[in-house]
Each structure stands twice: as structure tokens, then as C-alpha cells.
């Protein structure tokens, strides 16, 4: 059984009299349980919205998310977010921005404080617990991120363009820290869900890529990548090459000729 | 998003817009007063280079100026024997110098919980928002002495008063004036703090939003953890300019002329309105204002200066 449903779902946008925007178009497709989806599309297709609704903070206008069996209404604990932005908050530390998760759970001090200080060891962040944002590098920002992230052990972890915003040598550590996250732990999330416009990062970390069309977003593709993990030991396997190509040309095929922005 | 380009369009967004900058740019100068300051005319970009020492130094010259050139020889500044001798007359000043800071003190509270209520509403209430933040806009151009008879008048009949003369002036004072005192000074204090806490919630990134939304922050953890720190620095700069906004509201508000009658409240702000209405002691007039300069010299070094300090912390990006 999947973990996640997702059934024709659209979301429009109403801004003021305006008739609105169709950002996604009838959405369908399944996430396996400890599966790596990837979702592909150029900027502006609506991925990152649908991780929202995925993640309940926003509504589609139609159709239905079903996260394992039962309807997405709104937050929930099992399901976490990493973000482009990173959205730390500047006035918490490192160790106070991985524990607001447990907080809003009402987790009791004692707890969170553990569970802080193995988050903070996994994505390598020891000795900077005190530390704000604002004095840390993108990547560290960013694994605090992770760490905020996993520390309320989500069963799914959605990631909404985790690396595009930093530089292409800290993004290919984190890529690689990230898989062997997923793969030492016994622990969850088992499944991740990802969002990027960069496919040759969906290829390396998925098992399976979906590309979106530009808006209204919809699913046009959905390419299986069969190759071997762990991926840094198998980046000249052919199928990485050929599922990067097919996708390439999925992109192109329903992309607009004349670009509309 | 391109939609956003529709939203520019509303008066709406142009007032929150106007708040935020508003916010922004006081904070700046506040933390680098010597910054150049930048002039459009005509579209020709002009320069004016550390322009809070320019402004400095062109206060200095012209006291200077009016020192030698007009108040020495035309007597208006005091000797020193004089200004001993008025002062002793009035071995009061300090206890209403005492009164009018607890005065705003109690006042700049009352206005802080007012406008964070207000706020909050205004911010967290989408639909409320549309209505009550043009509202706000329009009701801070009201002149403050616009709202001094309605509120004067219910607070001094509720609460009472009895005659107090001065200088054998009929006169009235009692625990209605000062409440109505108090009111009074919050019209000069609300709107410099309810407009830094709007822009501050405003100016909160969407990433930041989503966040805690994600991890269902809400009530009283998302005002603790997100909300609060977010307007933090807005509460302080709202602070410094609504307690220059309150003394100045306190030269009106502790002495009140209302159809014939003198209300009045001890206080340094009644005292400069004394001196200069009923005395026209120049002396007096200058000794208070040398007061009250102390006070928010005092004032802005213990208090402001530091919670300035912290705030670092809270700013986004």
C-alpha cells in the first residue's frame, strides 16, 4: 500500500477580482513506503506548492491527498519539510531552532534535549550548539534544517529544492550526507520526497523521478532510475545516464516553444 | 510569483508597504546616524554625506550664533545667581519630574498592550486587517488634540475632580484629571508603537511563516516563538519614538484648558505650559526643558540604548 495518495489534485490561486492562476492541474500519482520520489519540472509548475499541500499547509482546490490511508487536513507530525530557504528562525540557536518541532509536540524537556543532541551529531554540527544563523555558512545552515527537520521523526520527509541554494560542492556533501542518513537510519523517515529543477541531482538521489510541465502543473513523466546504491560508487552506471536523458527530453517536449516569462 | 504584480496595485498592500519601509529606514538611521542620506530631485541623485553630523554641526553653529548675536545682548539668557534663585523658588520640579515619568511610564505600557491587541488583530486577522489597517492609517493623521474633549471630558466625570487653584487662578485637578492625563498621553504614544509592530509582522519572511505552520505552532507558542521575537525590534524602536511622541504630548496633557476651566496634574509638563502661559519665565521655561532633556538622556542610555543592542539578534536575513 502507498504511504501517500495523491488524486487529482488542482490548486488555483485567487488574487483579488482577478480570475486566478492554475498552478497544478490534476494531479495523480503514488508514493511507495521507503521510496526516494523525485519531482522535476521548470520553475514555476507548481512543485513546490504541491509539497505545501502535501505537507497540509495549504488546501488544493480540488481533488485529495491521502497520507497513509486517511486525508491531509492540515499539519502533521509524521510529515516534515526542509526548506529552500532554509527558514531558520535568526533569533534561536542551533540547538533552540532543532528543538521548536518537539516544542509545538509538547515533548518533555528532558527528551528534546537528547534528541537535540544526536540530531546535531548525525548531520555534524557539534560545537556550534549555541551558535545563531546568522554566524554559520549556507550548508550548516542548512543542516540545521535537516536536523529540525528529523528530530520530530517523520514518517515522510519532503524537501523542497534542499540544495539549490548553496554552492555546487557543499550541495554534492549534502546530498551524500543526506543518502547516508537515509540509509543508516533505523529510525524513520524511511521515505523522502523531493523537489529540485536540477535533474541530474533528482536522478542521483531518487529511485524514481516524476517531471512536471510548466503551468498548470501536471505529471508528464515518470522515469524509474535503476541504479545501484549506494549512488557515489555508481555514478558511471549507463541507466544514470539514460534516465537523465529521458527526462531531459520529456522536459523539452512540454515546455513551451516561446518562453512565457 | 507574477501575480504579485496585480497585488502592488492595491491600496492595501502600498499602505503595509509604506509601514514597513517606514519601520526599516527609522531603525537604520538609528543604528548609523552618520550614513549619507540620499536626495531625488528632478531625478538628479544628490549625496549628502554623514548627514546626522552635518545636521550636528549646523545645530551647534546656529546656537553658537544665537548665543553671541541675540541672547547676550538682548538679556534673554540668565545669569547664574538668577537661575539659582527661580530654582530654589520651585524646590518642586523634581517630584514632577518623578510623576510625569511614572505618568509615561504607565501610559507607554497601557499603549504597548493597546497596540500589540491591535496589532495582532490587525496582522493575524486577514479579513479584519483589510478594514482596520486604512483604519489606523487615517487615525494617526488625526491630530492627537482632535480626540482631547471626548476623552477628557468622560474620564474627569467618571473619575471627579475638585479645585486646586494656582496662583489664586481657578483651577482643577484629582484623580479624574489624572486619568484623563494619562489617556490623553497615550494618544501621543499608541501610534508610533501599534505602526512598528504592524510593519514588524509584516516584514516576517513567508519561509518563516510556513515554518511554523508546518510544525503547528499556535496561540500562545507561535506569539512566543515566532510572533514576539519578530516585533521585537519593532517594540524597541516604537519605544524610543513613542516616548519622544509622549513628552511632547505631556506639555498638552497635564495642562488643560477646557470652556474657560484650567485642569491641571503635577508634572513637567504642566510645569513648562505654567511657566511659559501663566509666569513667562524664560528661566523656568529652559530649567524644565533642561529637566526633561536629562530624563531621556538617562532614559535612552539605561533603557533604549541596550534593548537597541540586543536586537541584532531578531532581524531576518
Known amino acids: 500500500m502507498p504511504i501517500l495518495e495523491i488524486k487529482n489534485v488542482t490548486k488555483i490561486f485567487h488574487r483579488g477580482k482577478n480570475k486566478g492562476v492554475e498552478a497544478l492541474k490534476d494531479v495523480t500519482f503514488n508514493v511507495e513506503e521507503k521510496s526516494f520520489l523525485s519531482i522535476v519540472g521548470p520553475s514555476g509548475c507548481g512543485k513546490s506548492t504541491l509539497l505545501r499541500l502535501i505537507a497540509g499547509i495549504d488546501h488544493p482546490s480540488s481533488g485529495e491527498i491521502l497520507f497513509e490511508g486517511k486525508p491531509v487536513t492540515g499539519p502533521n507530525p509524521k510529515i516534515s519539510m526542509i526548506f529552500q530557504t532554509f527558514a531558520l528562525f535568526p533569533w534561536k540557536t542551533v540547538e533552540e531552532n532543532i528543538e521548536i518541532g518537539l516544542e509545538a509536540l509538547n515533548v518533555p524537556k528532558e527528551t528534546r534535549l537528547e534528541t537535540v543532541k544526536n540530531e546535531i551529531q548525525l548531520v555534524g554540527l557539534d560545537g556550534f550548539e549555541k551558535a545563531y544563523p546568522r554566524e554559520l555558512s549556507g550548508g550548516m545552515r542548512q543542516r540545521v534544517g535537516i536536523a ?11 524537501m523542497d529544492e534542499p540544495f539549490s541554494s548553496l554552492d555546487a560542492i557543499t550541495a554534492e556533501t549534502l546530498r551524500r ?32 523521478v516524476l517531471v512536471m510541465s510548466a503551468r498548470p502543473g501536471t505529471i508528464v513523466g515518470d522515469v524509474r532510475v535503476n541504479v545501484p546504491r549506494p549512488r557515489e560508487k555508481h555514478l558511471r552506471h549507463t541507466e544514470f545516464y539514460d534516465a537523465c536523458d529521458k527526462i531531459v527530453e520529456i522536459i523539452h517536449k512540454y515546455s513551451p516553444t516561446h518562453p512565457t516569462h | 510569483m507574477n501575480t504579485n504584480e496585480t497585488e502592488k496595485r492595491s491600496w492595501l498592500t502600498r499602505i503595509k508597504k509604506a509601514i514597513v519601509e517606514r519601520g526599516r529606514t527609522f531603525r537604520k538611521h538609528l543604528h548609523a546616524p552618520h550614513i549619507s542620506l540620499h536626495l531625488r530631485l528632478r531625478g538628479v541623485r544628490i549625496t549628502l554625506p554623514r548627514w546626522g553630523y552635518v545636521i550636528a554641526l549646523l545645530f551647534f553653529i546656529s546656537l553658537i550664533v544665537f548665543v553671541t548675536v541675540i541672547a547676550i545682548p538682548f538679556k534673554v539668557i540668565p545669569t547664574l545667581a538668577y537661575i539659582i534663585q527661580r530654582m530654589a523658588a520651585y524646590p518642586y520640579v523634581p517630584s514632577y519630574a518623578l510623576r510625569s515619568v511614572i505618568r509615561l511610564t504607565i501610559s507607554y505600557f497601557l499603549s504597548l498592550g493597546l497596540a500589540l491587541a491591535l496589532g495582532l488583530l490587525a496582522t493575524e486577522h486577514k479579513k479584519l486587517g483589510k478594514i482596520l489597517i486604512p483604519f489606523f492609517d487615517i487615525m494617526q493623521s488625526v491630530p492627537a488634540l482632535a480626540f ?10 467618571i473619575f471627579g475632580f475638585y479645585p486646586s487653584s494656582i496662583n489664586s487662578t481657578t483651577a482643577y485637578t484629582g484623580p479624574g484629571v489624572e486619568i484623563a492625563s494619562t489617556l490623553l498621553l497615550m494618544t501621543g504614544m499608541l501610534w508610533y508603537q501599534l505602526f512598528n509592530i504592524i510593519g514588524s509582522i509584516l516584514a516576517i519572511p513567508h519561509d518563516i511563516h510556513e515554518v511554523s505552520r508546518l510544525f503547528n505552532l499556535r496561540g500562545w507558542k507561535r506569539f512566543r516563538h515566532v510572533i514576539f521575537p519578530a516585533i521585537f525590534p519593532g517594540i524597541v524602536t516604537g519605544g524610543i519614538q513613542s516616548w519622544g511622541g509622549g513628552w511632547n504630548a505631556s506639555i498638552v496633557s497635564e495642562y488643560v484648558t477646557y470652556s474657560n ?17 501663566m509666569l513667562g519665565d524664560t528661566t523656568l521655561v529652559i530649567l524644565d526643558i533642561i529637566t526633561m532633556s536629562a530624563i531621556i538622556l538617562f532614559l535612552n542610555r539605561v533603557v533604549w540604548h541596550r534593548l537597541f543592542e540586543t536586537m541584532e539578534k531578531y532581524s531576518f536575513g
Open chain 2, 148 to 157: 482631547f474633549p471626548i476623552i477628557f471630558i468622560i474620564a474627569i466625570h
Open chain 1, 177 to 208: 550526507e543526506l543518502l547516508r542518513i537515509w540509509r543508516d537510519r533505523t529510525k524513520q523517515p524511511e521515505t523522502f520526497l523531493m523537489v529540485t529543477h536540477n535533474v541530474n541531482e533528482a536522478v542521483f538521489m531518487a529511485d524514481r
Open chain 1, 148 to 158: 529540525r527537520a528529523l528530530a520530530i521523526e517523520p514518517k515522510i520527509m519532503l
Open chain 2, 261 to 277: 476651566n484650567i485642569y491641571w496634574v503635577q508634572g513637567l509638563g504642566f510645569f513648562l505650559s505654567y511657566a511659559a502661559w
